[in-house]
């Protein structure tokens, strides 16, 4: 069993929905992390959060830490956001080793 | 904007052949790891680097597999034999220390035929 699991795994929207990607974990963490990776492969890191909740721009990012549950919410989704967004947490007792979700590939359609 | 560079982007290569992944980290970031990452999944953690030294390296097949960080900055990282199963994206990421936001590389594609 994977110590990361998220949902969806695809997700479609329309331009402008909300959406909500969800990611829950059953290991101890020292943070949660955010990911998100375009076509070709490259990692933006969007979060890190380890209590409460952050925000940048239309992007929204929670954490429950008693549940082991984070969600990311994107606000008036655009077609650029389509991407695969990866929640990870790392652990910081092997040298902040991250343990990776499988992602959630999201379509905006226009 | 500092980055984290990596090359080739891309490199195709038959099975049994040598490849090699080179790495630069953002200036002054004592924390370099290698991620493989198999294509619809998440990826998993090669080896981690703690300026010259390895600090976990337990997911990484030694048998074909090898990494160096031999002055603390840069890294490559090596495969030899390549085999099929070894298709997919090697990132490279770095962090200032063990504890810190991680930034990740455009990643080298690698298809093995």
């Known amino acids: 069993k994977n110590e990361v699991e998220q949902s969806p795994q695809n997700l479609t929207a329309q331009e402008g929905e909300f959406i909500t990607i969800n990611c829950s974990y059953s290991?101890?963490?020292?943070?949660l992390h955010w990911l998100q990776q375009h076509p070709g492969g490259g990692i933006v890191s969007l979060f890190m959060?380890?209590?409460g909740k952050k925000k940048h721009g239309r992007l929204i990012a929670t954490i429950n830490i008693q549940e082991k549950h984070s969600s990311l919410h994107i606000t008036a989704s655009h077609p650029r956001d389509s991407a695969v967004y990866i929640c990870?947490?790392?652990?910081?007792?092997?040298?902040?080793?991250?343990?990776f979700g499988t992602g959630t590939s999201l379509t905006v359609i226009p | 904007e500092a980055e984290v560079a990596q090359s080739p982007r891309y490199k195709i290569t038959e099975k049994s052949q040598a490849v090699a992944f080179w790495c630069d980290p953002i200036?002054?970031?004592?924390?370099l790891y290698w991620y493989r990452q198999i294509l619809g999944q998440g990826p998993e953690l090669l080896v981690q680097?703690?300026?010259?030294?390895?600090?976990?390296d337990s997911q990484l097949p030694k048998d074909r597999f090898s990494a160096e960080r031999l002055k603390g900055v840069d890294s490559t990282l090596k495969i030899q034999p390549a085999e099929l199963g070894d298709s997919a994206m090697y990132l490279c990421?770095?962090?200032?220390?063990?504890?810190?936001?991680?930034?990740f590389g455009p990643g080298t594609r690698l298809t093995v035929l």
């Open positions: 990421a770095s962090s200032w220390d063990r504890s810190g936001e991680q930034f």
């Open positions: 290991v101890g963490i020292s943070a």
């Open positions: 959060l380890s209590s």
């Open positions: 990870a947490v790392s652990r910081g007792n092997t040298g902040n080793q991250f343990y």
């Open positions: 200036s002054g970031h004592a924390t």
């Open positions: 680097f703690q300026d010259e030294s390895v600090v976990d």
